[in-house]
């Protein structure tokens, strides 16, 4: 089966720190597609960052990038200036083969302490 | 705006009972999908529907049924075959395709009384 692995149960940072999450895949396919979501407890899913795996640079959107390794097949996540409302549990996900749903992982629960 | 809709946001089951989770999308999304989420165990696909009047099983379907008869509405049947059903019920939608990420509702919580 295609797994998404988060390592990571909980972790903390200081607001304004720098945080990583990481994520591993398992699949047998060269070209796929990896997100990152973000689940504050107000419980509605966001979309944070995607990345194709086909594209050699890191995806970046504001405070949120990615460091993408292919060939270990790792796709953690950097959130700069962490914030308050980071605050949130981050899911990565991915489409590992042709057409099928995205695979999640279990899931990285992120406190931002002030 | 568009987007997708899940009600009720709270449910009761009582035992033996099914319950019907409801969710509708104005997005014009060919894909639906349904979702469990347990505390440590991350997002479960229950059923995925890639276009009207067809579905497929996810990873956990047993105790659960579905229905794709409008574009817009993906409805999720919670049977009395379902014996652990309290859990946070998220339902998604997405344009058919490997790179298109999923959008997804508020969520339903069911519980058992």
């Known amino acids: 089966a295609q797994t998404v692995t988060q390592s990571q149960p909980e972790m903390s940072v200081q607001e304004a720190e720098t945080v990583t999450l990481s994520c591993t895949y398992d699949t047998s396919e060269n070209n796929y597609y990896l997100f990152w979501y973000k689940q504050p407890p107000s419980r509605q899913m966001i979309l944070v960052i995607r990345?194709?795996?086909?594209?050699?640079q890191n995806a970046t959107e504001n405070r949120f990038s990615v460091n993408f390794q292919k060939a270990a097949k790792s796709f953690s996540l950097k959130i700069s200036d962490s914030q308050l409302g980071d605050t949130a549990m981050y899911f990565c996900?991915?489409?590992?083969?042709?057409?099928?749903?995205?695979?999640f992982g279990k899931g990285t629960r992120l406190s931002v302490i002030a | 705006d568009g987007g997708i809709t899940q009600s009720p946001k709270y449910l009761f089951r009582k035992e033996g009972q099914n319950v019907t989770l409801s969710c509708e999308q104005n997005?014009?999304?060919?894909?639906m999908y349904w979702y469990r989420q347990d505390p440590g165990q991350g997002l479960r696909l229950i059923y995925y529907s890639q276009i009207v009047n067809d579905f497929q099983k996810g990873d956990i379907a047993e105790g659960y049924s579905v229905s794709r008869e409008k574009k817009e509405s993906f409805p999720l049947t919670v049977t009395s075959a379902q014996k652990n059903p309290t859990a946070f019920y998220l339902c998604a939608s997405s344009v058919t395709g490997p790179n298109q990420p999923q959008h997804f509702g508020d969520g339903t919580r069911l519980s058992i009384l």
């Open positions: 996900a991915s489409f590992l083969r042709g057409n099928t749903p995205l695979v």
């Open positions: 990345q194709e795996a086909y594209k050699q």
């Open positions: 997005l014009n999304h060919d894909a």
